[in-house]
Nanobody, 131 residues
Framework: EVQLVESGGGSVQAGGSLTLSCALT????????VGWYRHAPGSECKLIAH????????YYEDSVKGRFNISLDNAKHTVSLQMDDLKPEDTAVYYC????????????????????????WGQGTQVTVFS
């Protein structure tokens, strides 16, 4: 069974930093993509970063470019999101997501967001940025 468990959320003053971590268990990293979505109050869920085990370029949504950095520790099976220069508009629930290509998966029901092609997601972690 694949499980994704996020940690590291919390409250921080604008301009501060947080690092989110996602521990992936039972997940095949061979040909895969891992990433982060966020769901801000009153807004749709948005994919903000992803990276792939292949040579595909790392993606960042425009509003986080230059401030967020996604990384993968293969040995620890952990994907992290370093968030710097946080702004109040970064306040959201952040979800870790993952997909292994070429593997048929029965997705869990009732996802909190439309996670597009990602087959797995975590429970989410709250990030609150106050001014």
């Amino acid at each position: 069974e694949v499980q994704l468990v996020e940690s590291g959320g919390g409250s921080v003053q604008a301009g501060g930093s947080l690092t989110l971590s996602c521990a992936l268990t039972g997940f095949e990293f061979g040909d895969s993509t891992v990433g982060w979505y966020r769901h801000a109050p009153g807004s749709e869920c948005k994919l903000i970063a992803h990276l792939s085990a292949s040579d595909l370029p790392t993606y960042y949504e425009d509003s986080v470019k230059g401030r967020f950095n996604i990384s993968l520790d293969n040995a620890k099976h952990t994907v992290s999101l370093q968030m710097d220069d946080l702004k109040p508009e970064d306040t959201a629930v952040y979800y870790c997501v993952a997909v292994t290509y070429g593997v048929a998966v029965r997705r869990a029901e009732g996802p909190p967001c439309d996670f597009a092609f990602f087959d797995y997601w975590g429970q989410g972690t709250q990030v609150t940025v106050f001014s």
